[in-house]
C-alpha cells in the first residue's frame, strides 16, 4: 500500500514545454504539498493546500500552478519549462487539523525532472 | 522568521558506536521539530517529532533526539550505528503551518 504516490517518476523534457506532476495520497490526510529539491539536495515548500484550499504560495514563479481537485489529490502543472526547473519535485501530506500531534509529513518517492 | 541550522555537511561513524547529528533551530514560541531520513533516489521518511513533554524523543529504527530548550537544539542520537543508516538526515521546524528544512547531513557509517 503506497501512502503518497506520485507520477512520473522521471520526466525528461525540452525547454518551453507545458508539463503535468500528479500526487495522490490513501492516508486520509487533510492537507497536501509541493517541495522542490536542488541539485544541492536543499528542500523548499512551494505549495500547500488543507481540503482543497490554497494555504501556502511561496515565491513560487506564476508558471506554476498547483490544483487540487479532491484532499487526496494535488497535482502541479508547469508551463514554458526552463532548464533552473530541472530538480526533484516531492509531493507530501499531513493530517493538520486535528493536533499538533499529527503535524508530520509524509513523502511521495519524487518526480525527477530533467529540462534539456 | 523560523530557521534551522545542521553544521555538518558530513558526519562519519563507524559502525557500532554512537552517532550524533546536531541541529540548532529558532523560531518564535514553541517549536514543532522533526527528524527525516531520506536514502538515495528514494522520498523523505518520518523519523521522530518533538512536539512538547518529555525532551527526550524515541523514533524509528532505534534512533532518538534531545530537545534542549536553553541551546536551542534538537540532536538527532543512535547507540550504535549501523550501516544501512548510512543516509542523508534533514532537521526541520514548524512554524505558522510552514515545515522549513535544514540544508541536510549525510551520515556515513564506515563498517
Known amino acids: 500500500d503506497t501512502a503518497v504516490s506520485q507520477t512520473p517518476k522521471y520526466l525528461v523534457t525540452q525547454m518551453g514545454n507545458d508539463k503535468s506532476i500528479k500526487c495522490e495520497q490513501n492516508l486520509g490526510h487533510d492537507t497536501m504539498y509541493w517541495y522542490k529539491q536542488d541539485s544541492k539536495k536543499f528542500l523548499k515548500i512551494m505549495f500547500s493546500y488543507n481540503n482543497k484550499e490554497l494555504i501556502i504560495n511561496e515565491t513560487v514563479p506564476n508558471r506554476f500552478s498547483p490544483k487540487s481537485p479532491d484532499k487526496a489529490h494535488l497535482n502541479l502543472h508547469i508551463n514554458s519549462l526552463e532548464l533552473g526547473d530541472s530538480a526533484v519535485y516531492f509531493c507530501?501530506?499531513?493530517?493538520?487539523?486535528?493536533?499538533?500531534?499529527?503535524?508530520?509529513?509524509?513523502f511521495g518517492p519524487g518526480t525527477r525532472l530533467t529540462v534539456t | 522568521a523560523q530557521s534551522v541550522a545542521q553544521p555538518e555537511d558530513q558526519v562519519n561513524v563507524a559502525e557500532g558506536n554512537p552517532l550524533t547529528v546536531k541541529c540548532t533551530y529558532s523560531v518564535s514560541g514553541n517549536p514543532y521539530l522533526f527528524w527525516y531520513v531520506q536514502y538515495p533516489n528514494r522520498g523523505l521518511q518520518f523519523l521522530l517529532k518533538y512536539i512538547t513533554g518529555d525532551n527526550l524523543v524515541k523514533g524509528s529504527y532505534g534512533f532518538e533526539a534531545e530537545f534542549n530548550k536553553s541551546q536551542t537544539s534538537f540532536h538527532l542520537k543512535k547507540p550504535s550505528a549501523l550501516v544501512s543508516d548510512s543516509a542523508l538526515y534533514f532537521c526541520a521546524v514548524r512554524f505558522n503551518e510552514k515545515l522549513t528544512f535544514g540544508t541536510g547531513t549525510r551520515l556515513t557509517i564506515i563498517p
Open positions: 507530501a501530506s499531513s493530517q493538520d487539523q486535528v493536533a499538533p500531534s499529527s503535524y508530520e509529513q509524509y
